[in-house]
């Protein structure tokens, strides 16, 4: 009997002893309350340290950034101020800044967490509702600069372009996303939470929101089209009329050499004929007679000639 009394109170000092210390790491921070109230210093130091057993308890805290992922309940849009039903995904970055006002007013991170989305929710709602949805889809008025660059010279397609991308915007994602932050900042400051950041990861359509953009798209996209290849039937008539017109200058000059060349031949072969006339009239006659038997006369003409045919004249031996 003495040796179990004795276990137990052994194994009861063991368990009061080793729940006087406890451990903090680097990203830790720790309150200690005594029966609910706080008795001490928060500890913010990576240590070993004692607290009274039982009586005492350690609060651990992160001291890293936290990350807030918002719910997306896609069965809640809202409309922004020019009437355009959206559901906005954003996320947040905290950390716990005050961890006795922590302690008092959550106990427990996911608490907290909790309500980052009443607060961060409800202000992404007050804000983007006052807001065009162009001023939440884009950050800057950069995409019209570039459009008037690209397009200066083309003042049609500038003024199609201008009108596909909508008006200049004023304020931009950025800029909403710092008012949310701002807004939602003050009210978690109160209860030892520093908020770090805010930003929209996306934004998600209403169906009919997205058939409107989708239809709008095809239009655009149909027109843009058509213009292409309206241009490009345009430049291919000019392309086609000017080669015809370059092959025709080709054919001309080159007509035009032939007949010079031709011409300069029949010239020269003129006043060979010429003096060959001059120097033996006789051959010049021979000679001229077989150049029109050859013309006349093939391997596949048939002629009925009597001896003393004029067409035949220098073939008769007395003339040869």
Do not use: C
């Amino acid at each position: 009997m003495k040796k179990i009394v004795t276990l137990i109170i052994f194994v009861l000092a063991i368990t009061v002893v080793s729940s006087s210390f406890f451990i903090v790491n680097e990203t830790e921070q720790v309150v200690i309350t005594r029966f609910g109230k706080p008795v001490r210093n928060i500890i913010k130091s990576a240590g070993i340290y004692f607290k009274i057993p039982l009586v005492e308890k350690a609060n651990i805290f992160e001291k890293r950034i936290l990350e807030w992922d918002g719910h997306v309940d896609v069965s809640e849009p809202f409309l922004t101020k020019d009437k355009k039903s959206i559901i906005v995904d954003t996320t947040a970055r905290w950390r716990i800044k005050e961890p006795l006002q922590f302690l008092q007013a959550f106990h427990a991170e996911d608490r907290a967490q909790s309500r980052l989305d009443d607060i961060i929710d409800s202000n992404v709602r007050n804000v983007i509702q006052k807001m065009e949805l162009i001023e939440v889809v884009r950050n800057s008025n950069r995409v019209l600069t570039v459009i008037h660059e690209e397009n200066m010279n083309d003042e049609a397609a500038l003024m199609q372009d201008i009108e596909e991308v909508a008006q200049q915007i004023h304020l931009g994602r950025d800029k909403i996303t710092r008012m949310i932050l701002e807004q939602s900042r003050k009210d978690m400051e109160t209860w030892g939470v520093e908020l770090i950041d805010v930003r929209i990861k996306g934004l998600i359509y209403s169906q009919s929101v997205l058939e409107n953009v989708f239809n709008r798209m095809i239009s655009q996209y149909g027109i843009k089209a058509q213009n292409l290849l309206s241009n490009g039937d345009r430049r291919r008539s000019e392309i086609e009329g000017k080669t015809e017109l370059e092959v025709k200058q080709i054919r001309s000059e080159a007509y035009k050499n032939a007949q010079e060349i031709r011409g300069h031949g029949d010239a020269t072969a003129a006043k060979i004929y010429a003096e060959t006339l001059t120097i033996d009239p006789e051959f010049y006659h021979f000679q001229r007679s077989l150049d029109a038997y050859g013309k006349a006369i093939d391997k596949n003409s048939t002629l009925i000639l009597g001896t003393e045919s004029e067409f035949f004249r220098v073939l008769k031996k007395g003339d040869l």
